[in-house]
């Protein structure tokens, strides 16, 4: 997918400078191997909007996650009776961090199911590590 062309000396939004190029991403533990495993219009509709997070753009339907602190937001996508989410924290220096991507299989509640909220919980605490390092 080739990123849309940009004035010369424009900004991206958010005050990213034109010539600084995408905020890197992090693929957080499993998530780059499970984003790959979802549908093709899933992974494409998560791609475009993480590619608009890497520019400082904001996607009209991002979710903050308190329960993780600040700064830990999900994207959501639904398709075929099933619902996907990917989880990634913006406030770390360095990155984008991906911290989670599933199918959630919860028919009870809007709540992230236990099980994947440990695996959040987890690898926040290792993207939080991998920022800190130089």
Do not use: C
């Not at 993480?50 to 996650?65: A, F, H, N, S, V």
């Not at 075929?80 to 989410?85: F, G, P, S, V």
């Amino acid at each position: 997918m080739t990123p849309p062309e940009r004035q010369k000396g424009q900004k991206a939004a958010k005050g990213r400078p034109a010539g600084q190029g995408p905020r890197p991403v992090i693929w957080v533990g499993s998530s780059k191997t499970d984003i790959s495993g979802m549908p093709a219009v899933v992974k494409t509709s998560f791609g475009l909007r993480l590619y608009e997070l890497q520019l400082g753009r904001t996607p009209l339907d991002m979710k903050p996650i308190p329960q993780f602190g600040a700064g830990v937001y999900e994207l959501r996508e639904r398709f075929d009776t099933n619902a996907y989410r990917v989880v990634y924290v913006v406030n770390l220096g360095k990155a984008l961090y991906v911290l989670h991507a599933f199918m959630k299989k919860s028919k009870s509640g809007i709540g992230i199911p236990k099980p994947d909220a440990a695996t959040i919980e987890a690898r926040l605490r290792r993207a939080r590590e991998l920022d800190g390092r130089d």
